[in-house]
């Protein structure tokens, strides 16, 4: 404990006035001296050792500011906190004997006291900020990563093979002014048949070619993505100009060439006049040349009977094997099929609502059937095959 000059000065003028205080006391000189002189050693007592106190904290002060400063740890700060503001702390004490005082000489006191301790609270915050500041700035330092370093691979996904050759599709037809239409996956069978012109009586109808949904007789899985086009024809004013893509399902058993859910290519031009089977065989030459990354394609008609058509034919183009794969190509040696097409038989059109004259060409492509051909894939189960290789290996030609 440091004390001041006026320290001892305060002391000794207490000490002083005691000693006479007793003289008069023992002499009588003064009546009920003795009661007073209690109360009178017990209020300077308090006073003196306040204002002792009190000294000591402002010349300490700087002492103390200094400690603050040269803490070097978040712990050594914490000390010099707890001995100076803990509960047994030079000002925490300092502030108990304050409460001894008179109210006259506390409120002079008190202040100087608050003074001091608001100046040890701040520098004791802003040394703990610094304190943690240098610790971030030192942890940074050491853990610095190197930019120039090689990067390390991982594992990336990428676009199943189906959905590469969909959206090739797509922004093709798109680029052309063409819609790009779906519907519902279980359809009503007046879309499905009825207005394909598709009779009750015709197999595909049949529970052993077709899905139908339970307790809704009306209901199933469509066949075919050329429901679209009846929504399209009832729904959007002439011309027409658009494809239909997505999944369709059949009861077929799963094998090599057959699958009971597969995607289906569908596209539809209708105008009131002018739409001939010129122009189906340049859509079809185009739409090839395009999938199979080909300048040049040669594609034939053959005859054939869909009830949504008149005429009807299936589609065939040149190819030729190399190296035990298939290559569509224009100097092929012989024929493959792809899908089936023709003009839009008017009992569709009528179906649908649709007076006057009308003309138009639909067509319609098995896109895994289409994939195979074009990868070489020759089970058409590897393409829904969960092996990582595979779809890796596909996922990187995208």
Same mark, same amino acid.
């Given at each position: ?11 000794q003028?207490?000490?002083s006035?005691?000693q006479?205080?007793?003289n008069l006391c ?12 209690f ?11 306040c204002? *002792? ?16 400063a040269?803490?070097?740890s ?5 000390k010099?906190?707890?001995s ?14 304050l ?19 608001l ?8 040394r703990l900020?610094?304190?943690?500041e ?5 942890k ?5 990563l190197?930019?120039t370093?090689?990067?390390i691979?991982?594992?990336f996904?990428?676009?199943h093979?189906?959905t ?5 599709v797509?922004?093709?037809?798109h680029?052309k002014?063409?819609?790009?239409l779906d ?7 007046f879309?499905?048949?009825?207005a ?19 307790d809704?007789d009306?209901?199933?899985?469509r066949?075919?993505?050329t ?19 997505g ?10 060439t057959?699958s ?7 596209g539809?031009v209708?105008d009131r ?7 189906l065989k340049?859509?079809?030459?185009k739409f ?7 300048d040049?394609?040669?594609i034939?008609f053959?005859p054939s009977?869909?009830?949504?058509t ?9 190819y030729k094997k190399e ?5 569509i190509?224009?100097?092929?040696d012989d024929w ?12 569709v ?10 003309q138009g060409? *639909?067509?319609?492509?098995g896109?895994?059937r289409?994939i ?7 089970d058409?189960?590897n393409?829904y ?5 595979w779809?890796?290996?596909?996922s990187s030609?995208?």
């Amino acid at each position: 404990m440091f004390w001041g000059s006026g320290c001892w000065f305060c002391a000794q003028i207490a000490q002083s006035v005691e000693q006479e205080t007793e003289n008069l006391c023992v002499a009588g000189s003064i009546p009920a001296l003795g009661t007073m002189c209690f109360f009178l050693r017990f209020s300077l007592s308090s006073f003196v050792r306040c204002v *002792a106190m009190s000294e000591e904290l402002e010349n300490n002060l700087d002492h103390w500011m200094e400690t603050i400063a040269e803490a070097s740890s978040i712990s050594e700060l914490e000390k010099t906190k707890a001995s100076l503001l803990g509960r047994s702390g030079i000002i925490t004490t300092a502030f108990k004997e304050l409460a001894k005082l008179p109210i006259e000489e506390k409120k002079n006191l008190g202040e100087k006291l608050n003074n001091v301790k608001l100046a040890v609270e701040e520098a004791i915050e802003n040394r703990l900020s610094k304190i943690k500041e240098s610790i971030i700035s030192d942890k940074l330092k050491s853990e610095t990563l190197d930019i120039t370093l090689p990067c390390i691979s991982g594992s990336f996904g990428g676009s199943h093979i189906l959905t590469q050759e969909m959206r090739k599709v797509r922004d093709y037809y798109h680029s052309k002014g063409f819609l790009v239409l779906d519907g519902p996956e279980i359809e009503k069978d007046f879309f499905n048949f009825d207005a394909l012109n598709i009779p009750k009586h015709h197999p595909a109808r049949q529970s052993h070619d077709t899905f139908y949904v339970d307790d809704f007789d009306e209901m199933l899985l469509r066949t075919h993505t050329t429901c679209v086009q009846v929504r399209a024809l009832m729904n959007t004013g002439f011309p027409v100009r658009m494809i239909s893509m997505g999944k369709t399902y059949r009861n077929d058993k799963l094998d090599a060439t057959h699958s009971p859910m597969f995607h289906q290519v569908d596209g539809l031009v209708v105008d009131r006049c002018g739409i001939t089977m010129g122009h189906l065989k340049n859509e079809l030459k185009k739409f090839i040349s395009m999938f199979f990354e080909v300048d040049d394609v040669e594609i034939r008609f053959r005859p054939s009977y869909f009830p949504f058509t008149e005429p009807g034919v299936e589609v065939d183009c040149r190819y030729k094997k190399e190296g035990g794969k298939l290559r569509i190509t224009k100097d092929g040696d012989d024929w493959l099929e792809l899908g089936g097409a023709g003009m839009v038989h008017p009992n569709v059109f009528k179906n649908c609502g649709i007076e006057g004259t009308a003309q138009g060409f *639909a067509f319609g492509l098995g896109l895994e059937r289409l994939i195979m051909l074009k990868t070489g894939i020759s089970d058409i189960r590897n393409i829904y095959d969960t092996d990582v290789r595979w779809l890796r290996y596909f996922s990187s030609l995208a």
